[in-house]
């Protein structure tokens, strides 16, 4: 075995490729994308070293052609579940034994596998099936997973080295443990980096995974499964089950040996996960690691003293990049009565030159919703902000579903701070506006805190520094990330960890070591030099 303390390279962003046009980037993930298109897929279990196929499948599609079938992925039964974690459990001691150089190695590797051959083919899977623009393709599937491997190996040996103190007499030391049992990951449709991060922070600190993607997400899930595999996790370290998340839900939460799941998804989801843990406490070998970021209502929110150009900016890119189907998406706006024409004119203006469509045209900046689900609650809103009196739609409104899920980016503006979609979390194009009187600024930051049960993200735009240092106080709940003079989205790993509370999760920060360290579990060796051989102490001899 070698001996060394090793150190490992040292972790950089990766550089987000800009698509220009004739650029060979964009050729290569063009082609890319023709080739996944014009193919078929067909995605079976990962569990141990085998890839089982049920025969029980279903179809992936596009959502912004939503007939074109790209593949089908095979649905697990309990027994299958049962089986996953049975091999993860049997893989578990070689992997933890692992030294921790060897673990680093192999997402090292994965990084480099993305950012060279595989990028093209993982930005294209992300386009084709999570209707993503070229360049949020980049910034989520490309870079931030890249991100996530090279600082999470850079996170973990930080974490190793940090140990107590010790004397002449005595050596006292830290060892980070993996959990003892099994990780459950369940990761999101709308980022794949994060569908690749939950499993692998995990399985990074030693630990084993069942991972179960979103069924909307499978297609570059499938993807990020070759590169894991190319990059060496052995069998069983990460096991990948897909079908009905209450039926595998309900298999791990049962067995004696679940150790923590780590989870981004909805809000109700999560409780119910937090419930059902609770509820089986009895049963578990240790009390489990719940790590979870779920929902988001994210404000911006300007001050009389703000840039008009920046808060619309703020509000286009904030809400409607990717459709607004971020946890971070700005939703509410809060606008200054002395600065509403302004931003009106601009942001109307500013959407009406967006265009619509396919991702594979690089001029569309909003491309289609998730699936259908959400194509119909988005437009029941939009439907009742037409008629209610205390709602004005001023940009947008329309949608269509007959090629692909698709909705207009769309503005409304209340006169009411408390309307539906000033509080409910929709997950899509939709911004909702309240335009304050300019001298009720602390009373309308005191309205931010307040309406919504989320914490997640926030921006507040203002030249004024006397504002600011006001905002970031009173708002210091508000949002586990919050942006001065710019918008609520675009968390950089190792720049900006990202996680929020309230009923938006854990907040155990992705992209930094406190999330890793939610993966071990400490022991503390004291070894003793000098051993006493009487009991009895200086002070009894009197």
Same mark, same amino acid.
């Given at each position: 075995?070698?001996?060394? &303390? *090793?150190?490992?390279p040292k972790a950089v962003n990766e550089p987000v490729k800009a698509y220009r046009p004739g650029s060979p980037e964009k050729e290569a993930v063009l082609a890319a994308y023709n080739a996944m298109w014009n193919a078929q897929v067909d995605v079976p279990l990962y569990i141990g070293s085998e890839e089982i196929r049920t025969g029980n499948t279903k179809n992936m599609s596009a959502p912004h052609d939503h007939k074109h079938v790209v593949g089908? $992925?095979?649905? =697990?039964?309990?027994?299958?579940?049962?089986?996953?974690?049975?091999?993860?459990?049997? =893989?578990?001691?070689?992997?933890?034994?692992?030294?921790?150089?060897?673990?680093?190695?192999i997402f090292l590797k994965a990084a480099e596998l993305i950012a060279g051959p595989y990028r093209a083919r993982i930005n294209a899977a992300t386009?084709?099936?999570?209707?993503?623009?070229?360049?949020?393709?980049?910034?989520?599937?490309?870079?931030?997973?890249?991100?996530?491997?090279? &600082?999470?190996?850079? *996170?973990?040996?930080?974490?190793?080295?940090?140990?107590?103190?010790?004397?002449?007499?005595?050596?006292? %030391?830290?060892?980070? %443990?993996?959990?003892?049992? &099994?990780? $459950?990951? #369940?990761?999101? *449709?709308? *980022?794949?980096? #994060?569908a690749a991060n939950l499993p692998a922070s995990a399985a990074m600190m030693g630990n084993v995974v069942i991972w179960k993607p979103s069924d909307s997400q499978v297609f570059s899930a499938k993807v990020i499964i070759d590169v894991f595999k190319e990059a060496g996790v052995p069998d069983g370290v990460i096991n990948v089950v897909f079908g009905d998340a209450a039926m595998i839900s309900n298999t791990i939460f049962d067995h004696a040996d679940f150790a923590g799941i780590?989870?981004?998804?909805?809000t109700h989801v999560f409780k119910d996960i937090f419930k059902t843990i609770g509820n089986n406490i009895?049963? $578990?070998?240790?009390?489990?690691?719940?790590?979870?970021?779920?929902?988001g209502k994210d404000f911006i929110v300007a001050h009389p003293s703000a840039d008009v150009k920046q808060v619309v900016t703020g509000i286009a890119r904030g809400a409607f990049e990717f459709q607004g189907q971020k946890c971070s998406a700005a939703s509410r706006g809060y606008i200054p009565q002395s600065l509403w024409p302004a931003v009106k004119e601009q942001l109307i203006a500013d959407v009406k030159s967006m265009k619509m469509g396919s991702p594979a045209d690089f001029s569309n900046f909003v491309t289609a919703v998730i699936h259908e689900g959400s194509f119909d609650k988005l437009a029941s809103y939009i439907d009742q902000a037409k008629k209610d009196k205390d709602a004005e739609i001023i940009i947008g409104g329309n949608y269509d579903k007959s090629v692909g899920y698709f909705i207009e980016p769309t503005v409304i503006v209340t006169t009411n701070p408390h309307y539906a979609t000033m509080e409910t979390e929709? &997950?899509?194009?939709?911004?909702? #506006?309240?335009v304050y009187d300019d001298n009720k600024w602390s009373e309308t930051l005191k309205l931010v805190d307040e309406t919504s049960p989320y914490a997640l993200t926030g921006a507040v735009f203002s030249q004024d520094r006397y504002a600011l240092a006001e905002a970031t106080e009173v708002l210091k709940n508000a949002a586990g990330n919050f942006y001065i003079n710019d918008k609520p989205t675009g968390a950089v790993v190792?720049?900006?960890?990202?996680?929020?509370?309230?009923?938006?999760?854990?907040?155990?920060?992705a992209?930094?070591?406190?999330?890793?360290?939610?993966?071990?579990?400490? %022991?503390?060796?004291?070894?003793?030099?000098?051993?006493?051989t009487d009991y009895r102490y200086p002070f009894l001899g009197e």
């Open positions: 075995m070698l001996k060394g &303390f *090793f150190h490992v089908t $992925y095979h649905l =697990a039964e309990k027994k299958h579940v049962d089986m996953a974690i049975e091999n993860a459990l049997a =893989a578990k001691d070689a992997w933890a034994d692992l030294a921790w150089e060897q673990r680093a190695a386009m084709i099936a999570q209707s993503k623009t070229v360049f949020q393709a980049e910034i989520d599937a490309a870079c931030e997973l890249i991100d996530f491997l090279r &600082f999470n190996v850079e *996170f973990m040996t930080q974490i190793y080295n940090d140990q107590p103190k010790s004397n002449s007499d005595m050596w006292n %030391r830290l060892e980070y %443990r993996p959990l003892e049992g &099994f990780v $459950y990951a #369940i990761t999101p *449709f709308n *980022f794949t980096a #994060i780590h989870f981004t998804g909805s009895d049963k $578990y070998k240790t009390y489990p690691r719940i790590v979870g970021e779920t929902g929709l &997950f899509g194009p939709v911004m909702t #506006i309240y190792g720049m900006q960890p990202f996680g929020g509370a309230r009923a938006s999760g854990t907040n155990d920060k992209g930094s070591a406190l999330n890793l360290l939610r993966w071990v579990s400490p %022991r503390t060796i004291k070894e003793t030099f000098v051993t006493p």
